[in-house]
């Protein structure tokens, strides 16, 4: 499974794009990029995920570098509901996919 | 559709004793997986199953065993729970192996 690297917390005004960064430099060609948040203490919820073209959904987009060893995922309004902890998972390939949580960049959407 | 529910929310245990998470989903999903969240920490797969009647070990499966006796329902047990087992439990489940995984609400454990 590729390691991956975020920031350790962010801040975002309300209204405006969260830019959330991830480098994960070791990923190897069939590996897949997943994006998931956590609320409180709630389930994670997944965003998006993606390969090697970016992807859109009606919760974010995500960038991912031509070399795919860095992503961005885009929430193009925050608001407040999406202070959360945001994941991102590189599972790699196998006969399930096992996401591996490291500790996540913690958004915090502000008035 | 309930989606994934999880039984019980809340649990205290002594240690040495023993007892089992029910996970339920109504989604007709393949796979399944338990994962738990440790304070502070992101979260850590347990064990997984792939389909009725296959169980795999996940990253950190000591002290626990599983079972998916029916396609529904992902069993995870603690035959002799101990402090260190202290943590939220989630288990989630997919309709195939890429793509989105449906997570449950959680079970809170306490062990004493």
């Known amino acids: 499974d590729a390691k991956t690297t975020q920031p350790t917390s962010m801040d975002c005004a309300e209204g405006r794009a969260a830019n959330l960064p991830c480098n994960h430099s070791t990923i190897s060609g069939n590996e897949y990029v997943y994006w998931y948040r956590q609320i409180h203490s709630q389930g994670p919820q997944y965003i998006i995920h993606g390969l090697k073209n970016n992807e859109t959904n009606e919760m974010a987009s995500l960038i991912i570098t031509e070399d795919r060893k860095s992503s961005t995922l885009i929430l193009p309004h925050a608001t407040l509901r999406d202070t959360a902890v945001y994941y991102c998972?590189?599972?790699?390939?196998?006969?399930?996919?096992?996401?591996?949580f490291g500790t996540g960049t913690r958004l915090q959407v502000t008035l | 559709n309930a989606g994934v529910t999880q039984t019980p929310k809340f649990r205290v245990l002594k240690t040495g004793q023993s007892m089992t998470l029910l996970c339920a989903q109504d989604?007709?999903?393949?796979?399944m997986y338990w994962y738990r969240q440790d304070p502070g920490m992101g979260l850590r797969l347990i064990h997984y199953s792939v389909g009725e009647g296959t169980t795999a070990k996940g990253e950190v499966p000591d002290g626990y065993n599983v079972s998916r006796l029916k396609k529904q329902n992902f069993l995870l047990g603690l035959e002799s729970a101990a402090p260190s087992q202290t943590s939220v439990y989630f288990c989630?489940?997919?309709?195939?192996?890429?793509?989105?995984?449906?997570f449950g609400p959680g079970t809170r454990l306490t062990v004493l």
């Open positions: 998972i590189v599972p790699g390939t196998g006969t399930a996919s096992k996401l591996t």
């Open positions: 989604m007709n999903h393949e796979y």
């Open positions: 989630a489940s997919s309709p195939r192996e890429v793509g989105e995984q449906f």
